[in-house]
């Protein structure tokens, strides 16, 4: 069995070295790639993985998980970060996270990914997955962006807002939860658009169930599109449309706590239903 360790820019080489120890305990065969190294030479070597171990936050685990997903490789997160809200072990639980792995003491949890293209005249020029979301935010001069908006050949409204953003379950709770999106159930296939800013008050986010594309035609801009708040964004003209869908594959998570433990996570990383007066 082969297995990837996916490390982060803040990993220390001690957890690296002991992620290796871990897996070559089980006679299993680790190799080593950075996160932010060349795509294609982590690609390459992704033929006849079982697991990917991402050493590093959130951000890591979305990296190993765009990288997973379409192949069918599951992803343990192993937290070195702050919030871990996606990851499922601190760099404690290492060695006993990993012995469960080999063991088969853990379940599947499968989520939804998306899959955006952008496309100009006609013609697609850009293809990408996300596990989070996809954004399309205004740039250059552009005061306010006009979107006209479309689901499954439905036209649903023209908006001025500075963007729109189309979020998967995972991404309910990230940054579309910050711009006033409502939290989804992570292995919910569903999709929800939240604008960004809009103009009009009464312009709030709407969830669509699974099976409908959702497109994004861009009358006004310029604009940027970003999946998954990547640092290098995509320039967006006046007339591109993106249209957003699910991935035919989705992300096989490995976790050991219970389904229900994503409330108890809400409350522990984002501070849901905790009251800001204590209970008496």
Same mark, same amino acid.
């Given at each position: 069995?082969?297995?990837?360790?996916?490390?982060?820019?803040?990993?220390?080489?001690?957890?690296?070295?002991?992620?290796?120890?871990?897996?070559?305990?089980?006679?299993?065969?680790?190799?080593?790639?950075?996160?932010?190294?060349?795509?294609?030479?982590?690609?390459?070597?992704?033929?006849?993985?079982?697991?990917?171990?991402?050493?590093?936050?959130?951000?890591?685990?979305?990296?190993?998980?765009?990288?997973?997903?379409?192949?069918?490789? $599951? &992803?343990?997160?192993?937290?070195?970060?702050?919030?871990?809200?996606?990851? *499922? +072990? #601190?760099?404690? /639980?290492?060695?006993? !996270?990993?012995?469960?792995?080999?063991?088969?003491?853990?379940?599947?949890?499968?989520?939804?990914?998306?899959?955006?293209?952008?496309?100009?005249?006609?013609?697609?020029?850009?293809?990408?997955?996300?596990?989070?979301? $996809? &954004?399309?935010?205004?740039?250059?001069?552009?005061?306010?962006?006009?979107? *006209? +908006? #479309?689901?499954? /050949?439905?036209?649903? !409204?023209?908006?001025?807002?500075?963007?729109?953003?189309?979020?998967?379950?995972?991404?309910?709770?990230?940054?579309?939860?910050?711009?006033?999106?409502?939290?989804?159930?992570?292995?919910?296939?569903?999709?929800?658009?939240?604008?960004?800013?809009?103009?009009?008050?009464?312009?709030?986010?709407?969830?669509?169930?699974?099976?409908?594309?959702?497109?994004?035609?861009?009358?006004?801009?310029?604009?940027?599109?970003?999946?998954?708040?990547?640092?290098?964004?995509?320039?967006?003209?006046?007339?591109?449309?993106?249209?957003?869908?699910?991935?035919?594959?989705?992300?096989?998570?490995?976790?050991?706590?219970?389904?229900?433990?994503?409330?108890?996570?809400?409350?522990?990383?984002?501070?849901?239903?905790?009251?800001?007066?204590?209970?008496?």
């Amino acid at each position: 069995m082969k297995v990837c360790i996916l490390h982060g820019p803040g990993a220390e080489k001690s957890v690296v070295q002991r992620t290796f120890k871990a897996v070559e305990a089980h006679k299993s065969e680790p190799w080593e790639a950075d996160r932010d190294g060349p795509l294609n030479a982590i690609t390459r070597r992704l033929k006849g993985t079982t697991l990917i171990v991402t050493l590093g936050g959130d951000g890591t685990f979305l990296a190993g998980g765009r990288l997973g997903a379409p192949r069918g490789i $599951a &992803v343990l997160g192993v937290n070195l970060g702050r919030l871990g809200f996606l990851t *499922e +072990i #601190d760099a404690d /639980g290492l060695e006993t !996270g990993l012995d469960r792995f080999f063991k088969g003491d853990y379940r599947v949890e499968e989520r939804n990914v998306l899959q955006a293209t952008l496309t100009r005249e006609g013609k697609s020029i850009a293809r990408s997955i996300g596990l989070n979301e $996809a &954004v399309i935010n205004r740039s250059g001069d552009a005061r306010m962006l006009r979107v *006209e +908006i #479309d689901v499954g /050949g439905q036209a649903v !409204g023209v908006i001025d807002a500075d963007g729109a953003m189309v979020a998967t379950a995972t991404g309910s709770t990230a940054y579309a939860l910050a711009s006033g999106g409502p939290i989804l159930e992570p292995t919910l296939r569903d999709l929800v658009l939240v604008p960004l800013n809009p103009f009009a008050l009464t312009v709030r986010p709407i969830v669509f169930p699974p099976g409908q594309d959702i497109s994004l035609e861009v009358l006004r801009g310029p604009a940027d599109l970003r999946i998954d708040g990547g640092r290098r964004g995509r320039a967006v003209q006046p007339g591109d449309i993106l249209r957003c869908g699910s991935h035919p594959r989705r992300l096989k998570v490995v976790r050991f706590s219970p389904p229900e433990s994503f409330y108890q996570r809400l409350g522990e990383k984002l501070g849901w239903g905790r009251p800001l007066v204590p209970l008496k």
